[in-house]
């Protein structure tokens, strides 16, 4: 929580993002001076400033007025419950860059909370490295399960499956899909899902109170594709039927529809529902992602996104 709420100093400001791109995002002060339009000597001067007034220690520690205002813009334009907005560094490639860490702090909230609570968990390289943030929280009274199948075709166990990991941090129950994300055909699918243990994990997915997933663009080299649980001939197809973005394995189009048949009919995840049950948190950012979190938003898979304000800017345009 920020100890200067109310805050809008225009020099904290920049103070604060140049805090941000040196100690989270890694950037050298040269890198920062010409990101920000300053010169080093300036850069250099903003950092130490962030530094003396407290506003970075571990983590931002200021308001960015600009995020909060994109924020409450983003939630209202598309009806959203939830928004959070960090920084973005406009060079980095890193999906989870920012968001990861905001992402472990509200899950944190809810983890640390003295009442038992049902947290869902999607999968992908943000809500991975959003587990990986959290502190080491013993809190058995909670329960935490899998939205997606952890199994490739091969047999082998999804690099970015995070119900192990959180387990591990939590020492609370959690519940793996032992399941292939995509069955090799609807027959298959039926039967996996229709054991006892499956069904009976579904129906705690159903009931989370909160729920964080991560957003899969589909364009040449999408995760479904990276990660081996689609062939190439199946993404062609994919990206023929309009397919522009999955959660926990659900192709959707630009208007945020299920694409019919395909691969959707034999997607083994935990369905999703229209629109979203319960706060079901997208955590995404970057140009890559800006047409699959549209179509989500539109489809109304979320409730709440936590991204960046490039991302944020775009949502709004």
Wanted: hydrophobic share 40%; glycine share 8%.
């Amino acid at each position: 929580m920020s100890k200067h709420p109310t805050r809008t100093n225009p020099r904290l400001d920049d103070a604060a993002r140049a805090g941000w791109l040196y100690y989270i995002a890694g950037n050298t002060q040269d890198e920062i001076a010409a990101k920000m339009g300053i010169s080093r000597q300036s850069a250099q001067r903003m950092v130490a400033l962030a530094t003396r007034e407290k506003l970075v220690k571990f983590k931002l520690d200021h308001p960015i007025a600009k995020c909060m205002e994109l924020a409450q813009l983003v939630k209202q334009r598309h009806d959203l419950d939830y928004c959070q907005v960090t920084l973005a560094d406009p060079s980095s490639n890193d999906p989870s860059l920012g968001i990861a860490e905001v992402a472990a702090g509200e899950m944190e909230k809810y983890l640390t909370a003295k009442s038992p609570i049902v947290m869902a968990l999607g999968t992908g390289l943000e809500i991975r490295n959003s587990v990986e943030q959290l502190s080491m929280i013993n809190c058995p009274q909670h329960k935490i399960v899998s939205l997606v199948g952890n199994l490739a075709p091969d047999g082998s166990a999804s690099f970015n499956d995070v119900i192990m990991r959180i387990g591990d941090k939590t020492h609370a129950p959690h519940h793996p899909m032992a399941v292939p994300v995509v069955a090799t055909s609807r027959a298959e699918r039926d039967i996996l899902c229709a054991q006892k243990p499956i069904l009976s994990n579904i129906s705690l997915a159903q009931s989370a109170d909160i729920t964080f997933v991560g957003i899969g663009e589909i364009n040449e080299a999408p995760p479904l594709l990276t990660d081996g649980f689609i062939t190439p001939t199946e993404l062609a197809a994919l990206i023929e039927a309009g397919g522009v973005g999955e959660i926990v394995g659900w192709v959707y189009d630009s208007e945020g529809a299920l694409i019919p048949g395909l691969t959707n009919e034999r997607v083994a995840s935990v369905p999703l529902t229209r629109p979203a049950s319960g706060l079901v948190i997208g955590v995404a950012r970057g140009p890559d992602k800006l047409k699959a979190i549209k179509a989500a938003l539109c489809g109304r898979w979320i409730s709440g996104l936590i991204t960046d304000e490039a991302t944020a800017e775009a949502l709004i345009d």
